[in-house]
């Protein structure tokens, strides 16, 4: 199964792009990545997602590397409310059904 | 809606006992999921459901049974508990249409195993 590293911990300043990056190097062709992200002890939240091109949506942009075995999330402009710790999920699809194998995730802390 | 909601919120067990952690949601979701989450592990996933009477395994399946009789319900067994099945457990739901692509995750269950 496809799995993911990220780095354990980033610092970004209010104000600044946040920029989160994702290795998932034996990604296969069929397998989508996704971003969410846990506050505190809350349940996770979704982000975004992508195949092969670039993503944006109201919350972020995520861009994929042409040969996909990396990504990067991208929050253009941090808050303090967006320190979180920040998932990078592969979506496996075996059998027409579907698994999502968590990273261990980043923790993005937003400074003032 | 309420989502995806788990009881109960706090659980403590003595090893042996066997229990259910409770998990429903009311959006019609066909594929449900529980996740297990330790300290600096991340949520590795347990079984999965993508529909009534359909169940599978996840990464760490064992010592864990599920069972998914409706599509608004997916409860998880603990069979007899183990000082390693201490962790904060979460459940997630998700459309399977086309367009459904965010999973829902609810407040998350912790058990602690003595």
């Known amino acids: 199964d496809a799995k993911t590293t990220q780095p354990p911990s980033m610092d970004c300043a209010e104000g600044r792009a946040a920029n989160l990056p994702c290795n998932h190097s034996t990604i296969s062709g069929n397998e989508y990545v996704y971003w969410y992200r846990q506050i505190h002890s809350q349940g996770p939240q979704y982000i975004i997602h992508g195949l092969k091109n670039n993503e944006t949506n109201e919350m972020a942009s995520l861009i994929i590397t042409e040969d996909r075995k990396s990504s990067t999330l991208i929050l253009p402009h941090a808050t303090l409310r967006d320190t979180a710790v920040y998932y990078c999920?592969?979506?496996?699809?075996?059998?027409?059904?579907?698994?999502?194998?968590f990273g261990t995730g980043t923790r993005l802390k937003v400074l003032a | 809606n309420a989502g995806v909601t788990q009881t109960p919120k706090f659980q403590v067990l003595k090893t042996g006992q066997s229990m259910t952690l409770q998990c429903a949601q009311d959006?019609?979701?066909?594929?449900m999921s529980w996740y297990r989450q330790d300290p600096g592990m991340g949520l590795r996933l347990i079984h999965y459901?993508?529909?009534?009477?359909?169940?599978d395994q996840g990464e760490v399946p064992n010592g864990y049974n599920v069972s998914r009789s409706t599509t608004e319900d997916f409860p998880l067994r603990l069979l007899s508990a183990a000082p390693s099945q201490t962790s904060v457990y979460f459940c997630?739901?998700?459309?399977?249409?086309?367009?459904?692509?965010?999973?829902?995750f609810g407040p998350g269950t912790r058990l602690t195993v003595t």
């Open positions: 959006m019609n979701h066909e594929y």
């Open positions: 997630a739901s998700k459309s399977l249409k086309t367009g459904g692509y965010e999973q829902y």
């Open positions: 999920i592969v979506r496996i699809t075996t059998s027409g059904t579907y698994k999502y194998i």
């Open positions: 459901s993508v529909g009534a009477g359909i169940t």
